[in-house]
């Protein structure tokens, strides 16, 4: 892989560049699409493609439940089994160990989770993580890690942290020995203790990780604290190497977290939601079960060029929304996908002019 910074902003830390990798390269900063379970959730690999994303996400965890390794490997990788050109990357199962806490145990060998699906035993270590996504074909591919919760003690962050650092270095060595093009990122953890990110980049520093993810956040916490821990991971960090803040799409938290050196975004909340009537109008939400818009035959952004804005008002998806139609969703989905990554790339615009 290499990362090219083709321009910085002459007012912030912000800077525009180029992640080169075996499906395609990605001009960030860059908002990518979560699609958990091999699908961005309402929509088509085309719709996503035409709403601008250069990169998916996808999540380790659900797709080693299910549908296994095995399918899609013999799909010939993730790319070919859901139809999707451009790259993808996966996340590793360590978010999970954060939501579904009740059904999994952290041991020292990795995380033993008790399956959502039909209660079965599966065991993931930080080698069989690596392994997982080296058999998707994944672009870029995450450790396991341990997602610290908000609120959490300080002895509570730091085993989890323990832990993370050691399944780091077990994950990038067994990396190294694999024949692969897959990207392997290191995760920084260490809740909201700056000593703790501090351990922790260095340590990851140390390891030489060809990208670098701040973990840990949007987790329950204010936003302050959130921007806190943009500020100090992002400073943390190798200037020279991408920097991934994971689980963060809200326009505003985009704006500034871009501002402060932060190059690659994911999060559900665009199409979730969409899921629940609510469309972004600029960098605001707006819902549209409201009554104000039963005969609004406006779109729901006149300045949005999306497929949705192009073609249908804002009555007429109510309408379907009202009446349980599947293409509401789909049409706020694309909408709202379209309007982070137009925004993301505007800010890219903005920098190199």
Not at 13 to 41: C, L, S, W, Y
Not at 109 to 115: T, Y
Not at 184 to 199: H, T
Request: with cysteine; glycine share 8%; hydrophobic share 35%.
């Amino acid at each position: 892989m290499t990362f090219k910074i083709i321009k910085k902003s002459m007012s912030s830390q912000a800077r525009a560049g180029i992640i080169e990798t075996p499906h395609g390269n990605i001009e960030t900063p860059v908002f990518m699409p979560v699609g958990t379970k091999a699908t961005v959730k309402a929509l088509s690999p085309q719709q996503i493609e035409e709403s601008g994303a250069s990169i998916i996400l996808s999540n380790t965890y659900h797709l080693a439940l299910r549908p296994g390794i095995e399918i899609i490997q013999s799909a010939g990788g993730l790319h070919q089994f859901m139809n999707w050109k451009k790259p993808i990357l996966t996340d590793s199962g360590g978010y999970q160990v954060f939501s579904l806490s009740k059904m999994r145990r952290i041991q020292e060998e990795g995380v033993l989770f008790q399956s959502h699906i039909d209660g079965s035993k599966c065991l993931f270590t930080p080698e069989s993580v690596v392994d997982l996504q080296i058999g998707f074909q994944s672009d870029i591919m995450m450790p396991l890690d341990i997602c610290s919760p908000y609120p959490c003690s300080k002895e509570d962050a730091s085993k989890d942290l323990d832990y993370t650092l050691n399944w780091a270095s077990r994950a990038k060595t067994h990396w190294e020995k694999q024949d692969t093009q897959s990207l392997l990122f290191g995760i920084q953890q260490g809740g909201v203790y700056p000593d703790l990110r501090e351990k922790s980049a260095k340590k990851l520093i140390e390891l030489d990780f060809p990208g670098y993810a701040i973990g840990g956040v949007s987790v329950g916490e204010p936003e302050t604290i959130m921007n806190r821990l943009t500020d100090w991971g992002c400073s943390l960090l190798p200037e020279n190497k991408p920097r991934y803040l994971m689980g963060v799409g809200l326009p505003n938290n985009l704006e500034y977290a871009i501002h402060k050196g932060i190059d690659m975004f994911d999060c559900v909340i665009p199409t979730r939601l969409a899921r629940h009537g609510q469309f972004f109008l600029g960098k605001e939400r707006h819902n549209i079960r409201n009554q104000i818009y039963s005969k609004d035959l406006t779109p729901l952004d006149p300045n949005c060029q999306c497929y949705s804005c192009l073609n249908f008002s804002r009555a007429y998806i109510r309408h379907l929304f009202m009446s349980k139609e599947i293409l509401a969703m789909t049409l706020m989905s694309m909408h709202n996908i379209y309007a982070l990554i137009n925004l993301v790339k505007t800010i890219r615009n903005d920098i190199l002019s």
